[in-house]
């Protein structure tokens, strides 16, 4: 089945080492976000590629980046982390963004530990 | 600004009695409505969206969505709960002109006790 694979499933990192989450999709979807979520809150929005176009949520710290080398990975990296990151992290992907009917398909989430 | 509202943080619903999970959504131009559902340490899940047409649409395991543009609401309903709709449930808001971003209401934990 096409899905949205999220690696790994459960992260634990020391304050202040850089660490990389990974999401795949075999949906082939032109869009590819990611959002944070701390516990039983609203997803929030960092960033979301259209196909090789990066956007940056206004809000997002520089402390978040993301990179997707091809249409089926993207990454998100968190340069030196703080305990206040330490959430769950969701890729969703969705096949256009032009109009406003399309779902978004999400990943099961990486849940990041801050040590 | 594009925003939508769940007033209540929690509900609780007897199994088979009905349940609604409130929504409110303040937007410019049309709204496009969604609702997903979160289990515990689980992804997001579409149940059902409304574009245009239908004010009432159906969605996912037996849920429905009434949306009322007058109160500029959009409320999940289920006729007969059951215990396995225990989830999160967050109502969002698709902002096409934003790169097609959702925008997520803070969400309603819903239990459903037999």
């Known amino acids: 089945d096409a899905m949205v694979i999220q690696n790994p499933r459960y992260q634990v990192t020391q304050f202040g080492k850089p660490v990389t989450l990974s999401c795949s999709q075999t949906l082939n979807h032109n869009v590819m976000y990611w959002y944070q979520q701390k516990s039983s809150q609203a997803p929030k929005l960092l960033f979301h590629?259209?196909?090789?176009?990066?956007?940056n949520e206004a809000d997002t710290p520089d402390n978040f980046q993301s990179r997707r080398p091809n249409t089926s990975f993207c990454f998100l990296d968190i340069r030196s982390p703080g305990l206040g990151d330490a959430a769950m992290y969701l890729c969703?992907?969705?096949?256009?963004?032009?109009?406003?009917?399309?779902?978004?398909?999400f990943g099961s989430g990486t849940q990041l530990s801050v040590l | 600004a594009q925003s939508v509202a769940q007033p209540e943080d929690q509900v609780n619903v007897a199994e088979g009695n009905p349940l609604t999970v409130k929504c409110t959504y303040s937007?410019?131009?049309?709204?496009?409505l969604f609702w997903y559902v979160q289990y515990p340490n689980r992804g997001l899940q579409f149940l059902l969206k409304y574009i245009t047409g239908d004010n009432l649409v159906k969605g996912s395991y037996g849920f429905e969505a009434e949306f009322n543009k007058s109160q500029t609401s959009f409320h999940l309903k289920k006729p007969s709960a059951l215990v396995s709709d225990s989830a999160l449930y967050f109502c969002?808001?698709?902002?096409?002109?934003?790169?097609?971003?959702?925008?997520f209401g803070q969400g309603t934990e819903l239990s459903v006790k037999p």
């Open positions: 969002a808001v698709r902002v096409y002109n934003q790169g097609g971003k959702l925008i």
């Open positions: 937007v410019s131009g049309n709204p496009y």
């Open positions: 590629y259209y196909d090789k176009d990066f956007n």
């Open positions: 969703a992907t969705s096949r256009d963004r032009g109009t406003g009917d399309e779902k978004l398909f």
